[in-house]
Nanobody, 120 residues
Framework: QVQLVESGGGLVQPGGSLRLSCTVSGIDFTYSSYIMSWYRQAPGKQRELVAS???????TYSETVKGRFTITREHAADTVYLVMNMLNVEDTADYFCKVRESHFPYETYWGQGTQVAVSE
């Protein structure tokens, strides 16, 4: 059974940093190609894409986090990280890990989420 487990969330002061981790199990990365992404959802707002990375290492970022956040993945492609620097109050949200096949049938899996709170 496919499982995505996030960790690394917590409370941090404005201007601080956090590193989120997402470990994937139940997927054979030697046979399939996946895009790994981080999404976030703040209270009263829709879930939004924060960053994504392909098997080849191509990255994309939302305009609000570009230059502050960095997404990386291990060589085995079973773990993805999100390094968040210069955090501000607007970054407060639940952060979710997602993996999606880069080919048919485009299977998608979500993690349970980890909380990030930026406050004094």
């Amino acid at each position: 059974q496919v499982q995505l487990v996030e960790s690394g969330g917590g409370l941090v002061q404005p201007g601080g940093s956090l590193r989120l981790s997402c470990t994937v199990s139940g997927i054979d990365f030697t046979y399939s190609s996946y895009i790994m992404s981080w999404y976030r959802q703040a209270p009263g707002k829709q879930r939004e894409l924060v960053a994504s990375i392909t098997r080849g290492g191509k990255t994309t970022y939302s305009e609000t986090v570009k230059g502050r956040f960095t997404i990386t993945r291990e060589h085995a492609a079973d773990t993805v990280y999100l390094v968040m620097n210069m955090l501000n109050v607007e970054d407060t949200a639940d952060y979710f890990c997602k993996v999606r096949e880069s080919h048919f049938p485009y299977e998608t899996y979500w993690g349970q989420g980890t909380q990030v709170a930026v406050s004094e």
